[in-house]
């Protein structure tokens, strides 16, 4: 007998798990910054019995513009990271197709209901974190509990309080 469908919490991975590349792409690893508050915000899922998985799009491995080590750089270093604190990622999902109508490119909910399918997910108690419309989209598409919408630019830190002498 398998165990209960668990919840879980999907991240987006560019502006969530790492720093926003505006509108281009994270193409190397010298370029992937892990922003402040992820490992703290996996932490505190993973408190509340939620395993954190990444669904990403990744169209710029299908133009040719990111290479795929690459890519498996970035998540190996993101891996690393969490692992450094006692955490882990259950599984990063990613789509690397170009055409907006896949099933699995969001704001379609294809790679939330693989991630369902593998791991035993409860999707009905799971939440998605992302920095656009389009992850609430598929947040509701996959018949989440819902989705939390993050600024993928956080503003800059307040200036100095004090004058310079």
């Given at each position: 007998m398998s165990p209960?469908?668990?919840?879980?919490?999907?991240?987006d991975r560019?502006?969530?798990?790492?720093?926003?590349?505006?509108?281009?792409?994270?193409?190397?690893?010298?370029?992937?910054?892990?922003?402040?508050?992820?490992?703290?915000?996996?932490?505190?899922?993973?408190?509340?019995g939620y395993p954190a998985v990444i669904a990403t799009n990744q169209r710029g491995i299908s133009r040719g513009i990111t290479p795929p080590e690459q890519l498996d750089a970035m998540h190996r270093h993101l891996r690393d990271e969490l692992a450094r604190?006692?955490?882990?990622?259950?599984?990063?999902?990613?789509c690397t197709a170009d055409d907006n109508t896949h099933p699995d490119r969001k704001p379609n909910p294809g790679m939330l209901l693989a991630?369902?399918?593998k791991h035993n997910l409860d999707l009905?108690?799971?939440?998605?974190?992302?920095?656009?419309?389009?992850?609430?989209?598929t947040a509701q598409r996959a018949g989440l509990a819902g989705a939390i919408l993050v600024d993928p630019d956080p503003p800059p830190p307040p200036p100095p309080t004090t004058s310079p002498t």
């Open positions: 209960p469908p668990r919840p879980c919490v999907f991240f560019d502006g969530v798990a790492n720093q926003s590349p505006g509108p281009g792409y994270v193409n190397h690893l010298d370029d992937f910054h892990i922003r402040p508050g992820f490992v703290d915000c996996v932490r505190a899922a993973a408190e509340k604190e006692g955490l882990e990622l259950l599984d990063i999902f990613i991630a369902a399918e009905a108690r799971s939440w998605m974190v992302g920095d656009r419309e389009s992850d609430v989209l």
